[in-house]
T-cell receptor, first 114, second 116 residues
């Protein structure tokens, strides 16, 4: 069975601070995908990143960066110099290789205080 | 990525009526779509996998006669909540799976259903 844990239910930071959202996963699959999605107040889930289990390189995209550590089964997400528009619920998710079903974590509600 | 349109965005109905929600893939031929349900401040719960031209695959605990799914074309899947009751009030969201090596789901904007 697959499981994704996002222990941080809610986080609030002041604008321009850096913030890291934690994600820990469990799977018996040897190959799998990890994802992050953003859900702003409007409700739509916005795809942010997909990472293959065999690619442990960290990735940076603008103010966003992701740290994948297979040894600790973690896929953490850092926002640098946070902005008010970053306020949203962020979901980490996992799928098997060749299986498109997503297992979502419970989400982290991030509030950026102006 | 795929562009997904979901309609309506908000619907209010009386108890006992049926409600149809449409999910359209605007720029991608989707053989597989997914339907999720999300309660306030909770995660997404997969309800069913919608397969073009065949029956949907429902997750355990989801009543297939209650939540009818039709995926008649590569661009449209519909979810009908039959004989809706207040406990069916929720946020319903669909996704399109790009499949293959890409294996990414792109989501619609969701439908907020309120049953009075």
């Amino acid at each position: 069975a697959q499981k994704v844990t996002q222990a941080q239910t809610e986080i609030s930071v002041v604008e321009k601070e850096d913030v890291t959202l934690d994600c820990v996963y469990e799977t018996r699959d040897t190959t799998y995908y990890l994802f992050w999605y953003k859900q702003p107040p409007s409700g739509e889930l916005v795809f942010l990143i997909r990472r293959n289990s065999f690619d442990e390189q960290n990735e940076i995209s603008g103010r966003y960066s992701w740290n994948f550590q297979k040894s600790t089964s973690s896929f953490n997400f850092t926002i640098t110099a946070s902005q008010v528009v970053d306020s949203a619920v962020y979901f980490c998710a996992l799928s098997g290789f060749g299986n498109e079903k997503l297992t979502f974590g419970t989400g982290t509600r991030l509030t950026i205080i102006p | 990525g795929a562009v997904v349109s979901q309609h309506p965005s908000w619907v209010i109905c009386k108890s006992g009526t049926s409600v149809k929600i449409e999910c359209r893939s605007l720029d991608f031929q989707a053989t597989t779509m997914f339907w999720y349900r999300q309660f306030p401040k909770q995660s997404l719960m997969l309800m069913a996998t919608s397969n073009e031209g065949s029956k949907a695959t429902y997750e355990q605990g989801v009543e297939k006669d209650k939540f009818l799914i039709n995926h008649a074309s590569l661009t449209l899947s519909t979810l009908t909540v039959t004989s809706a009751h207040p406990e069916d009030s929720s946020f319903y969201i669909c996704s399109v799976a790009t499949g293959g090596a890409k294996n990414i789901q792109y989501f619609g904007a969701g439908t907020r259903l309120s049953v009075l």
